[in-house]
């Protein structure tokens, strides 16, 4: 076997057409040894020659993809100090782009004897070990041109590759629970006719499975402990050839595109999966310990935990930075993604202590040019020290709102002195974005996500039932801000019944009709129930996939509906936020503010009125000749005028369209207590000076006919 001097760059295996690079970086390494494997688990193991800027590297002729290799790092054994290097542990490339095989989670994987943390375990641990796979770069992507949509014109679905298609009847039977699945027709004429512009998947990063829920006979569902940057995880693969998952991934994002659908990956390069200090030694651990972790001052044997896992990254080192951008940058340049959703992103903001918006991981994804110019997606939180940083992270990037989630909860289960929350809420959340010189759209709105409960388990239990995690039910969030409209779980009672169906008909519409970007939960549209357990995280079964034979036919005619809503109205998808100023109307009558929050009586929201714990009702005037945008030609943009009424109370109430507007007729476009927009030809107007009715806990959105 021929053995060139290769490259330091790119990191990880690359392969030309002719043969492959492989290169690793590692500071304290002494000798690095690349272990090439056949079909038959034999080794054959190859110095690498060459170090260079602390990269251990060489070029093989004739290794082409398919090939499985790890690495075997000689260095110093000195966990007090940091150092945990150990060549009898087989190792995975930071920078592999395919990873097969499973983990098998017996002693040899573990650099120490199992109840004896200090001690130095040598057994072998290749025969336990997936292994990297070298993989062709080559691919036909046609004409493929990412969507490129504007943040104001998204609706995104959150969706688990398996639980969005294990159980579609219309799938066949490979496909379900693959990127093959999400990929296939069925899938995508559902997005589009719920609206979706764009699919955000949890983790598809390649992950390992815990082995202390293996022990329960569960697994990591949601695959939030990954191993590798640049590999999407091959469980969700149809393809049963080392490296198909490459290819496989990627023919799904080309049909998306040409569909007009972008591709969101949920990301988590806070943590690893190797866990704290008792946990294996598979990849960055024994690589270069120091370099990739965050490690106790006080005593480096122990890890820094930011994310409740057990380790954090370690954003200060430039070499994990460096790993972080590069795993960026390929899912842009390479698989074509159009965004990302950083999971805890806050952690990854601490290049010291604290959480700082001016760390170098911000500055590198400004100046980049090509990460700075998708979505970006911040989970806004971690579990450390001041972790919860919702509207302070920098102006390019949007930001889960978890505020939204909450406030809008609780309006609609009837908690006390919401209504000024609602409203700033509702209207963008300038409160916490406007001063950083973001828009509206740096808010991602969601009621629910994976992580809680379901939206039909939101209007169906007050408590969390996760006994079947097998944690005592001590697991999840215990304060859900749910309400079970009066009994908890399962109902046969028609009015139970009937205001569940409202109340997620109101958290729908609440939804798509606030200023921001709205974010739904797969599965939500359909009715989705997860039987009260809020934490699936381990649960790969019929508990948290999608039952498409149970869908909801109602509701999700009601949500293409208020989506169509959203989409032809730009009143819902306004680029900057209201200001209150008066603007002139077209055709006669006084000028009026582009935004006015009314009592039920039609008279303005006061001071005092704000302040009362005891409201439940209040209606926001749109005014549709005050939208200051534009649209992509320059043309200034106008709209219909609206107004949305909101009732949390448990009595009908009459609501007045303001004095200024009574000469106005009013059309019901929406109205939650019917299950459905109507059809303009199949509703009367509402005539000058008349009142409109709305129900309990019901939402009603009136459309201006003019005067």
């Not at 579990?383 to 102006?395: A, E, S």
């Not at 973001?438 to 969601?446: E, K």
Request: aromatic share 10%; proline share 7%; glycine share 8%.
């Amino acid at each position: 076997m021929q053995i060139w001097p290769g490259t330091a760059y790119p990191l990880g295996a690359t392969y030309d057409g002719s043969g492959t690079n492989f290169a690793l970086f590692s500071e304290v390494a002494s000798r690095v040894e690349l272990c090439l494997f056949d079909t038959d688990g034999a080794e054959t193991r190859i110095d690498l020659p060459e170090v260079d800027g602390l990269v251990w590297h060489a070029f093989i002729p004739g290794i082409e993809p398919g090939q499985l290799y790890g690495y075997r790092v000689h260095g110093p054994h000195a966990p007090e100090h940091g150092q945990r290097c150990n060549p009898n542990k087989l190792l995975l490339d930071p920078y592999a782009k395919a990873i097969d095989g499973h983990f098998h989670w017996d002693q040899p994987l573990f650099g120490y004897n199992f109840g004896d943390p200090d001690s130095r375990n040598d057994d072998d641990s290749a025969a336990h070990m997936p292994k990297s796979v070298v993989i062709s770069p080559f691919f036909d992507w046609g004409v493929d041109r990412p969507p490129k949509r504007q943040y104001a014109d998204t609706v995104i679905y959150e969706a688990h590759v398996k639980g969005l298609t294990q159980r579609h009847p219309d799938l066949p039977e490979e496909m379900r629970g693959t990127y093959a699945g999400v990929a296939h027709p069925v899938i995508i004429e559902h997005l589009q006719s719920m609206g979706v512009t764009a699919i955000e998947l949890m983790p598809v990063h390649h992950f390992a499975n815990d082995a202390i829920l293996l022990d329960r006979g569960l697994t990591n569902y949601w695959g939030y402990n990954t191993i590798g940057f640049l590999a999407p995880d091959s469980k969700y693969s149809s393809s049963r050839t080392p490296g198909g998952q490459v290819q496989e991934f990627k023919a799904m994002v080309r049909a998306l595109h040409a569909a007009d659908i972008e591709v969101i990956l949920d990301v988590v390069y806070n943590h690893t999966a190797e866990g704290n200090h008792l946990g294996p030694t598979v990849s960055f651990r024994g690589i270069d310990n120091a370099a990739y972790y965050r490690l106790e001052e006080s005593d480096q044997r122990y890890y820094t935990d930011y994310t409740g896992t057990g380790n954090s990254l370690n954003v200060r080192h430039p070499h994990s930075l460096q790993l972080i951008m590069d795993s960026l940058r390929y899912w842009v340049t390479e698989m074509h993604v159009d965004g990302f959703r950083f999971d805890l992103a806050a952690t990854l903001a601490r290049e010291f202590y604290d959480v700082d918006r001016l760390s170098s991981f911000f500055e590198l994804v400004q100046q980049d040019p090509t990460v700075s110019q998708v979505k970006l997606i911040a989970e806004p939180w971690d579990i450390g020290p001041g972790g919860y940083q919702v509207g302070n992270f920098p102006p390019q990037w949007t930001e889960w709102n978890g505020k939204y989630r909450d406030t809008v909860r609780d309006f609609w289960r009837g908690e006390p002195a919401t209504i000024g929350e609602f409203a700033a809420r509702l209207t963008g959340s300038a409160d916490l974005y406007e001063h950083s010189a973001r828009r509206p759209v740096a808010s991602i709105n969601f009621v629910t996500a994976h992580d809680g409960f379901t939206l039909r388990d939101l209007v169906s239990y007050n408590e969390k039932h996760n006994e079947a995690n097998g944690e005592d039910n001590n697991d999840g969030e215990s304060h859900n801000r749910s309400w079970n409209c009066g009994v908890e779980g399962p109902s046969d009672d028609p009015e139970i019944l009937e205001l569940r169906a409202r109340q997620q008909r109101n958290f729908l519409a609440t939804l798509f009709l606030s200023q921001g970007v709205p974010m739904i939960c797969h599965g939500d549209e359909l009715g989705r129930t997860q039987h009260g357990n809020n934490n699936g995280y381990c649960q790969d079964n019929e508990l948290t996939w999608i039952d498409w034979e149970a869908a909801d036919a109602d509701l999700m005619a009601f949500t293409r509906a208020v989506t169509q809503l959203r989409r032809d109205h730009p009143m819902f998808r306004r680029r900057r936020f209201f200001d209150g100023r008066p603007v002139k109307r077209q055709g006669e009558g006084a000028p009026l503010p582009d935004i006015a929050w009314l009592r039920p009586d039609g008279s303005e929201m006061t001071e005092d009125d704000w302040g009362a714990g005891f409201g439940r009702a209040v209606a926001v005037f749109l005014n549709g000749d005050a939208i200051p945008d534009t649209d992509d030609r320059g043309s200034r943009v106008s709209d219909d005028s609206f107004i949305l009424c909101f009732s949390a109370h448990h009595e009908p109430i009459e609501f007045t369209p303001p004095p200024e507007l009574e000469h106005s007729s009013w059309q019901v476009v929406l109205d939650t207590a019917l299950s459905g927009v109507e059809e303009e030809a199949d509703v009367k107007p509402i005539l000058p000076g008349a009142t409109v009715t709305v129900q309990p806990r019901t939402m009603v959105v009136l459309r201006s006919l003019g005067e």
